[in-house]
């Protein structure tokens, strides 16, 4: 099931760029948040494919959060991986306050965080310096894609 | 080899460990300790019982309403208070580092740096803080022990990368009063450690030893948790298999045809979380992210070593049949969020004497980090 970066290399890259702007909220435009002090220094790589276009934020910490847009240029998931979790609010955008409310509290299983609901996925897992994450609008993914494309 | 390090007359270096209900008699698979803690350089001391013993953080942090003593706040060179946001997966827990005496068997660190969670002498939670994780966790209810003691394979809670930089989100900050916070660097030494690399002996990791559980569970189980590994004739590496951890703590998993690579070995995790889709999960309220199959399932993975693999049987049971007044369950199991991990938890650890080297520490074995069994 686990084929890292399979999407990207089994789909025709139509265009590879660095820039110093970046953006990852959830449900909103992919340009909307490039002031956000966490990703002031973050480099990003864009990746266009078929219906989508992927950001790929490396934060200064070594956590990289990847952004899924629509042709539309709406973010409909995001993802991360490493030794700090995002600001979630910030990533998750409108949906922190569903997810948080969502999220089982006082449980003894620290290190996962499971919420699925029809609008919105949120699945959090890992430990202390090592976390991964994955967010997304099921209602908005494109056609063709499949929560298993987003890593 | 077994017989190595037996010249040296073991200190005591063991404490007892144990798989209970914990504070709120509510929990399965949940390893606690006990821990004494001291106003430093005195002997005026506490006993904190229901410490939770997490191989998958670093650090002692205590929750505030079970301490009757005051500890001193550290403080940085300016002089400002530092206090600390620790974030979980499931919730953050904001409050002060202090600075304790810790005792734990015979093993002693002075002045060790300590958060003491839900203080009330720093009462504002920064909204940063709040927004890394989804709820807050600052009560023993919400905690779910009185506190815990991180003794995973590296020694600082952040490490260098705090040492000069403030990550975001914000993990140490400056306080000039309860309510006025700033990230701040910290310097390593000053960051809240496995409290273990500050013992004078007995320094370089931890050895957990548990026995093993029946499948259908048990009350309760006890076991031990031992200092230093190959520092005393009772933690002499033998001829265990050598799991490495790569920098940030993760193994790697050969399961079902996947290769997991952001697996990991924790006893704060309460069962094995992996993605099988030919195991039902649960259908009762709470139970749906757990695994409920029809009956007993043995399962096995692979643990990719230096060289070669080594296989881990394991079985999973149904979440929902777990007896009423067991708080051990060798086949609890859920489904894992992430597409790449594999989480080897506390039943791991059922049958098993578990070493976690430290990184950069040295055994007769290796160097850490890594995990043998």
Redesign the interface.
């Known amino acids: 099931?686990?084929q890292?970066y399979a999407g990207l290399a089994g789909a025709a890259v139509l265009a590879a760029l660095w820039s110093c702007v970046a953006s990852a909220t959830l449900g909103q435009q992919e340009s909307s948040i490039g002031a956000e002090?966490?990703l002031a220094n973050a480099s990003i790589k864009e990746t266009a494919l078929g219906s989508y276009r992927v950001h790929e934020i490396l934060?200064?910490?070594?956590t990289v959060i990847r952004e899924y847009a629509g042709l539309d240029g709406k973010v409909f998931a995001v993802t991360w991986?490493g030794?700090?979790?995002?600001?979630?609010?910030?990533t998750l955008g409108s949906y922190?306050d569903q997810?948080?409310a969502a999220?089982?509290?006082?449980?003894?299983?620290?290190?996962?965080?499971?919420v699925r609901a029809s609008n919105l996925v949120v699945?959090?897992?890992?430990?202390?310096?090592?976390?991964?994450?994955?967010a997304y609008l099921p209602q908005a993914l494109p056609n063709g894609v499949t929560a298993?494309d987003l890593? | 080899m077994s017989s190595g390090g037996g010249s040296v007359a073991p200190t005591n270096n063991v404490v007892d460990v144990a798989v209970t209900g914990?504070p709120?008699s509510n929990?399965?698979?949940?390893l606690y300790t006990t821990v004494m803690v001291c106003l430093p350089g005195t002997s005026t001391c506490q006993t904190i019982d229901n410490i939770q013993v997490d191989t998958?953080?670093?650090g002692l942090r205590i929750l505030a309403p079970v301490l009757t003593l005051t500890f001193p706040v550290a403080t940085l060179s300016n002089g400002s208070a530092l206090v600390e946001c620790?974030?979980?997966?499931?919730?953050y827990s904001w409050g002060p580092v202090t600075l304790a005496d810790v005792k734990v068997s015979g093993e002693t660190a002075s002045s060790v740096p300590v958060q003491i969670i839900g203080d009330s002498r720093y009462p504002t939670v920064p909204?940063?803080c709040s927004?890394?994780?989804?709820?807050p966790?600052d009560t023993v209810?919400?905690f779910?022990a009185n506190g815990i003691i991180?003794i995973?394979p590296?020694a600082q809670?952040?490490?260098d990368?705090c040492a000069s930089?403030v990550?975001?989100?914000i993990?140490y900050y400056a306080c000039t009063t309860e309510s006025n916070c700033e990230g701040t660097t910290v310097a390593v030494t000053d960051q809240v450690p496995n409290p273990v690399t500050l013992f004078a002996t007995d320094n370089n990791g931890t050895i957990i030893t548990l026995p093993s559980v029946a499948t259908a569970g048990a009350a309760t189980v006890s076991g031990s948790l031992i200092f230093g590994i190959d520092t005393e004739s009772n933690n002499a590496s033998g001829t265990e298999t050598v799991v490495p951890i790569d920098t940030?703590?993760?193994l790697t998993t050969i399961f079902s045809g996947?290769?997991?690579?952001?697996s990991?070995i924790?006893s704060?995790?309460?069962?094995y979380?992996f993605?099988d889709s030919s195991l039902s999960t649960c259908t009762q309220s709470?139970f749906t992210?757990f695994y409920c199959p029809a009956s007993t399932t043995s399962l096995s993975g692979e643990m990719q070593l230096a060289s070669g693999t080594s296989t881990v049987d394991y079985e999973i049971g149904s979440a929902e049949q777990i007896e009423a007044s067991f708080y051990a369950f060798p086949g609890l199991g859920?489904?894992?969020?992430?597409?790449?991990?594999f989480?080897w938890g506390l039943p791991f650890f059922y049958g098993r004497r578990v070493a976690i080297a430290i990184q950069g520490y040295a055994t007769s074995v290796g160097t850490g980090p890594y995990i043998a069994f």
């Open positions: 099931m686990r890292k002090p966490q934060q200064p910490s070594g991986h030794p700090f979790s995002p600001n979630l609010r910030q922190f997810y948080a999220a089982p509290a006082g449980r003894q299983d620290r290190n996962h965080v499971q699945q959090v897992g890992g430990h202390m310096r090592a976390y991964s994450g994955r298993g890593e | 914990g709120n929990n399965v698979n949940v998958g953080s670093y620790t974030s979980f997966v499931d919730g909204t940063d927004n890394s994780a989804p709820t966790e209810a919400t779910g991180g995973g590296f809670d952040c490490g990368y930089n990550p975001e989100p993990v940030s703590g993760y996947n290769t997991l690579t952001e990991f924790d704060g995790s309460n069962g979380f993605a709470g992210d859920g489904t894992n969020p992430t597409a790449g991990s989480d």
